[in-house]
C-alpha cells in the first residue's frame, strides 16, 4: 500500500487562528479524503478531495471552514481556518488503492485549539 | 441518513478465544466493506475487505457479510493481548466511495 505522511504531526494552536495540514503520498492516487475523529469518537468525512476539481463536501463542513487543495496527484493540503477549541481532534487523510474500495490512512495530525 | 451501527463495548475475552465483532448498515446499496484496527493514539489501519456475500478468511481473521441482514461481523480467532484495539467496521455505496464509519468497538484481551 502507500506511504502517506501528514505534516504537521500535532499542533497547539490559539483561537481564532488557522492552520494548514499537509498530505503526501508516495505514489499517484485518484481520490483523497479528509477526516476528522473527536475526542473519543469515531471518523467523519470532512471533504473529497480529486485533483483538477473542487472538492467536495460533507453535510455540516463548508469550504470556507475547511478550505482543501489538491494541486497533484501526489498532495493535499486542508486548512482549519478561525479555530476554536471544537475544533480540537484528529485530522486524518486518507487515499483510495488503484484498484478502488479500500482506502488507507495518514498518520494524522492531532489539533488542540486553546 | 447511512448508518453504521457497531456494538459499543466494551468487549473482553481470554487470550486463545474468539472475539467476535459485530456491525449492521441501513443503506441498501452499500456494495464495499472494511474492518480498521485502531491502536490508542494511531490511525487506523484496514485489516479486512469483504465485497460479496459469505466468509472471507485472512490468518486469524474471518469477516463475514450477509447483505440480506446488513449485516457485517469480524471474528478473530486465537485472540492475543496484541489484538487488544478499537475495532472499526466502515461501508462504501456504489459510487459513492466514501467510507462511512461505524463507532468502533473497544476489544480488550486478557492475558
Known amino acids: 500500500s502507500a506511504v502517506i505522511s501528514q505534516k504537521p504531526s500535532r499542533d497547539i494552536c490559539q483561537r481564532g487562528t488557522s492552520l494548514t495540514i499537509q498530505c503526501q503520498v508516495d505514489?499517484?492516487?485518484?481520490?483523497m479524503f479528509w477526516y476528522r475523529q473527536q475526542p473519543g469518537q469515531s471518523l467523519t468525512l470532512i471533504a473529497t478531495a480529486n485533483q483538477g476539481s473542487e472538492a467536495t463536501y460533507e453535510s455540516g463542513f463548508v469550504i470556507d471552514k475547511f478550505p482543501i487543495s489538491r494541486p497533484n496527484l501526489t498532495f493535499s493540503t486542508l486548512t482549519v481556518s478561525n479555530m476554536s477549541p471544537e475544533d480540537s481532534s484528529i485530522y486524518l487523510c486518507?487515499?483510495?488503492?488503484?484498484?478502488?474500495?479500500?482506502?488507507?490512512f495518514g498518520p494524522g495530525t492531532r489539533l488542540t485549539v486553546l | 441518513q447511512k448508518e453504521v451501527e457497531q456494538n459499543s463495548g466494551p468487549l473482553s475475552v481470554p487470550e486463545g478465544a474468539i472475539a467476535s465483532l459485530n456491525c449492521t448498515y441501513s443503506?441498501?446499496?452499500?456494495?464495499?466493506f472494511f474492518w480498521y484496527r485502531q491502536y490508542s493514539g494511531k490511525s487506523p489501519e484496514l485489516i479486512m475487505s469483504?465485497?460479496?456475500?459469505g466468509d472471507k478468511e485472512d490468518g486469524r481473521f474471518t469477516a463475514q457479510l450477509n447483505k440480506a441482514s446488513q449485516y457485517v461481523s469480524l471474528l478473530i480467532r486465537d485472540s492475543q493481548p496484541s489484538d487488544s484495539a478499537t475495532y472499526l467496521c466502515a461501508v462504501s455505496s456504489g459510487s459513492a466511495r466514501q467510507l462511512t464509519f461505524g463507532s468502533g468497538t473497544q476489544l480488550t484481551v486478557l492475558p
Open positions: 505514489s499517484q492516487v485518484t481520490m
Open positions: 443503506d441498501r446499496g452499500s456494495q464495499s
Open positions: 486518507s487515499v483510495e488503492a488503484p484498484q478502488g474500495g479500500e482506502q488507507f
Open positions: 469483504i465485497y460479496s456475500n
